[in-house]
């Protein structure tokens, strides 16, 4: 049975089982692959997209639990690549392989959304279980204080 | 800044490259000893154009460049695009790239044997010359035209960024202006290197410039092989062996048939592959399969148990194993030495972790004997030929799209997914997008092997070191990804396995030997090889000798290479900026460490703390020196260092893949932890460029945590950590509270 809910200010339908996670939903039923498949178990991040506004795995979000509600992607982030995250990580260079970003850009948007002034304790915390193998965390860092200064 | 192709490779053939290109498009002139081997890749065009071009101009002045690196994030795309551009002298903002054909005999990397493959930190030091070479040939046609149009001699002409220039009659032509009217000689003409620029005269190389490669991956535009849709495609997944080199015995898939848009299970050489309709669909049907495997020796290996017997052997002098360094007399030196040191070291097997899961999309023509093939791929022409071979055909019938990789750390060389995509496609007749779970992508690790290290110093009277062996044991990378063949013709040396073995410390007499154990487990080559526990084990090693006769760690090493000013140079600069010698917080301790590597001079200053109740080493800040050469682009060099202390602080701390009953026993990320943001320490790094040839930083840094780290425990604590990694568990025992 197919399942209504809104990507990116659209509306969306999908026929997919209930239980099938929204990561794939995303990807390969809509064609949104700017979220990635990292690790299937909520451990690394590289799925994370806005539910209602709130950043959580779409890996372990079944579809059925987002009929109705609000899905961003970080293809819906800003309409120009130009959300105060995104300026900050072309301005200090932050991707090398850049699989993860999607998930670390959307989770920092989601912390920035909730808090205009995170310490860097705040960011660190809420960055944490986002997972660069590449090691770009220093400019991950750095660009999130350099976007909320920025005013995200 | 220099526009991007969203897509490397995939939407630009051959065919559209050159029927896209209206203006220049310049051909390599071909020597002709490198028509030989893939003579079939020629056959399909006879002008230089259509065997595969460096660069297009069009006559508005767009410059593509058609650039031969798998971009994994290193940023040597953009690398070697700014060295093309810098010799051809072009206007940086009008560049682009684009993945090239494979034609390897055009493309490939000569210090790889002109293969088309990107590693081993390769690619700048692999295609400086002869990328400058093509480029300064490009610019020289470009000047000849000129100088025909104008009826002036060439000798009077220089040029400014994409512009043709006549001083003395005040006359200039843009490099887009020149490709509406010019023809590209059937030969191209000859540079002597003695002609390239000099460091002094270059505009693009040595500022900052941002990655070409950035601007999809901020906004998720940037594709990935994982990304990939092709028309009529179906899904899969693959249930492996659990124990490397086993073959499905018994498959019993009743229920994975059942799962609700599966297609079909086909069972493979190693491996069960799950065909459906949708990915879910392949995931779940994997799960409900139920496979017996044959039985290997390797069911019986565990890695426990296999490093007691690496250590046992690497003391067993008599076992001579394979000498690959024998320097002046060491046995002498040993009889005669007034004090001999001897320490056993090891590290364990780890996993790529590269974030992207092992995945790739092919199809194959009905008669079986073509195929597309859409890859992120460190290893291209590997991959082409390979699939031309399993296929029984030529490599002109393979069509390789290359995309960007979600992390390469080596993991992504070989050609290891066709011999299950291949099969898959050709029985669906669609085109098969098959994608590893994260699982199965840790089960199947091709991992660094596990080493065990006997390391030995002879000491004369003085206390000055006069012999050094160092025994290296563990499983050959060259044999398990090459050939046993590969390995004898080496004389049985490894060089993936023994990279970073030798060292610069002037000690005169030397062996280095290689023990080799064959135990049946997937090794493979892992960020910065060998040099990942071979530095490891000298620096600490170093650090003992120093320690034993209560010298400086930075003045003995000083002492030991004072014939080698670049070494010099950094262990001083670092040394500087750390503060080293001068007081650090209580409880906290600095280790130092020095290496060459891929011919690149660093030296480290590490900080760290120790939790004794936990045995959690806490990094706090790390302080680099690095000396490459000539610098292309600092900013991408400063990532890269970033990115080593960061990878190289996790294979430290966190990562080990154990082996019981020949089986991985690690799954995901929940156990097999890589570092995360909260532990990531302060990088300070000093670069300091040398007017030599640009060398390699992919890996450099890496290699210099582990010791920086096992020698500021030591000064912290007074013991001495000899296995890698230096996790809680270990540290905790050690300690002992």
């Known amino acids: 049975m197919a399942i209504t809910f809104t990507v990116n200010n659209k509306p969306a339908s999908v026929d997919a089982g209930p239980e099938t996670p929204l990561l794939w939903v995303v990807r390969e039923h809509l064609k949104l692959t700017g979220t990635k498949y990292g690790c299937g178990a909520g451990m690394c991040g590289a799925c994370t997209v806005h ?9 372990q979000i079944p579809v059925a639990m987002v009929a109705g509600k609000n899905v961003t992607t970080i293809e819906g982030l800003s309409a120009n690549s130009d959300h105060p995250l995104q300026k900050a990580w072309l301005d200090l260079q932050v991707p090398q392989c850049g699989y993860c970003q999607s998930g670390q850009i959307m989770q920092a948007a989601a912390l920035l959304a909730a808090n205009k002034n995170p310490s860097r304790e705040d960011i660190v915390r809420h960055m944490d279980g986002n997972i660069c193998r590449c090691g770009t965390y220093p400019r991950i860092l750095r660009a999130v204080e350099r976007a909320a200064k920025q005013g995200a | 800044m220099g526009k991007i192709e969203r897509n490397p490779n995939g939407t630009l053939s051959r065919r559209g490259f050159l029927q896209s290109s209206v203006g220049l498009t310049f051909a390599l002139t071909l020597p002709t000893a490198l028509f030989a081997r893939p003579a079939a890749a020629l056959a399909e065009g006879a002008t230089p154009g259509a065997v595969g071009a460096w660069v297009t101009v069009s006559p508005d002045g767009a410059i593509v460049l058609a650039i031969p690196v798998a971009e994994m994030g290193q940023g040597s795309s953009t690398g070697l ?5 810098e010799e051809m002298d072009a206007d940086w903002s009008r560049v682009s790239i684009t993945y090239p054909p494979v034609k390897p005999e055009i493309f490939g990397n000569p210090i790889f044997g002109n293969m088309m493959v990107t590693y081993g930190s390769g690619s700048i030091r692999g295609y400086w010359d002869k990328v400058r070479l093509q480029a300064a040939a490009v610019r020289n046609v470009l000047m000849q035209a000129a100088a025909d149009r104008w009826q002036v001699p060439i000798a009077e002409l220089h040029t400014e960024p994409s512009l043709v220039v006549h001083a003395a009659s005040n006359r200039s032509m843009s490099y887009g202006e020149i490709a509406g009217f010019a023809q590209v000689p059937a030969t191209m003409p000859t540079i002597d290197k003695s002609a390239l620029k000099k460091m002094a005269d270059y505009r693009i190389l040595g500022k900052n410039t941002p990655r070409l490669d950035i601007p999809g991956k901020i906004d998720g535009s940037a594709l990935y092989a994982i990304d990939v849709q092709v028309p009529n495609m179906v899904y899969a997944t693959v249930l492996r062996t ?19 848009g599966v297609l079909k299970v086909v069972p493979l050489k190693n491996s069960v592959g799950v065909v459906a309709e949708t990915i879910e669909a392949a995931f779940k049907g994997r799960s409900a ?18 490093l007691k017997d690496f250590l046992a052997r690497a003391a067993k002098l008599d076992d001579k194993g394979v000498s690959y360094v024998a320097k002046g007399n060491v046995d002498d030196a ?4 007034a004090k001999v040191m001897t320490s056993q070291y090891s590290s364990e097997y780890v996993y790529h972790a590269q974030m992207e899961p092992m995945n790739v999309t092919a199809s194959v023509s009905p008669a079986g004997d073509s195929a597309e093939i859409w890859i992120g791929t460190q290893g291209v022409s ?12 030529t490599p002109d019938k393979i069509k390789l799209n290359q995309f960007y990789l979600g992390g390469g750390y080596g993991r992504r060389s070989p050609a290891d997914m066709l011999p299950e995509v291949l099969p898959l496609a050709k029985a669906m007749q669609r085109p098969v997008k098959l994608i590893w779970t994260r699982e199965q992508d840790v089960k199947s690790a091709q991992m660094r092997p596990m080493t065990g290290h006997q390391v030995e110093a002879a000491l004369d009277a003085d206390g000055k070191v006069t012999g050094w062996r160092h025994r290296v044991v563990g499983e050959s990378v060259v044999a398990y990804r090459g050939t046993e063949k590969a390995l004898e013709n080496n004389k049985g040396i490894d060089g993936i396995v023994l990279e970073g073995s030798k060292h610069e410390y002037g000690i005169p007499n030397q062996s280095i030997a290689y023990l080799r154990e064959n135990r049946g487990i997937a090794v493979a080559a892992w960020r910065g090889i060998g040099a990942g526990y071979n530095k490891f084990v000298i620096e600490s090693f170093i650090d003992e000798i120093a320690a034993a006769q209560n010298k400086d760690p930075v003045a003995f090493r000083l002492e030991l290479l004072k014939d080698e000013p670049r070494a010099q140079a950094v262990i001083k600069a670092v040394a500087d900026k750390s503060g080293w010698g001068k007081a650090v917080a209580d409880g906290h301790a600095l280790g130092f460490s020095y290496a060459k590597v891929v011919e690149t001079y660093v030296a480290a200053v590490g900080e760290i703390s120790l939790d004794t109740k936990t045995g ?16 292309l682009n600092p900013d991408s060099v400063l990532a890269q260092t970033e990115g080593n202390v960061i990878f190289g602080l996790s294979q430290t701390l966190k990562e080990q893949v154990s082996i019981s009953g020949g089986e991985v026993q690690q799954n995901n990320f929940y156990d097999y932890p890589v570092l995360r943001m909260s532990e990531m320490p302060e990088i300070d790094i000093q670069l300091m460029p040398t007017d030599n040839p640009a060398k390699g930083i992919g890996e450099a840094s890496l290699l210099l945590v582990a010791p920086c780290v096992g020698n500021a425990v030591f000064k912290l604590t007074g013991k001495r950590f000899r296995a890698l990694p230096l996790s809680p568990e270990r540290v905790k025992a050690v300690t002992g509270v």
């Open chain 2, 616 to 631: 959690i080493v806490r990094a706090h800040r790390f302080w680099l020196a690095l000396d490459p050469g000539i610098v």
């Open chain 1, 51 to 59: 539910l209602d506004g709130k950043a959580v795995r779409s890996c």
């Open chain 2, 242 to 260: 659990p124990v490397e080199g086993g073959t499905p015995e018994h498959v019993d898939d009743a229920a994975a048939r059942n799962v609700p």
């Open chain 2, 81 to 85: 695009a700014m060295v093309f551009a």
């Open chain 2, 334 to 337: 040993f009889a005669k030495a």
């Open chain 2, 289 to 306: 399969l139920n496979v017996s495997w044959s039985s290997l020796p390797t069911d019986s290996f565990n890695s426990a148990d296999g």
């Open chain 2, 382 to 393: 590997v991959n082409a030929f390979a699939a031309a071979a399993m296929l029984k055909t």
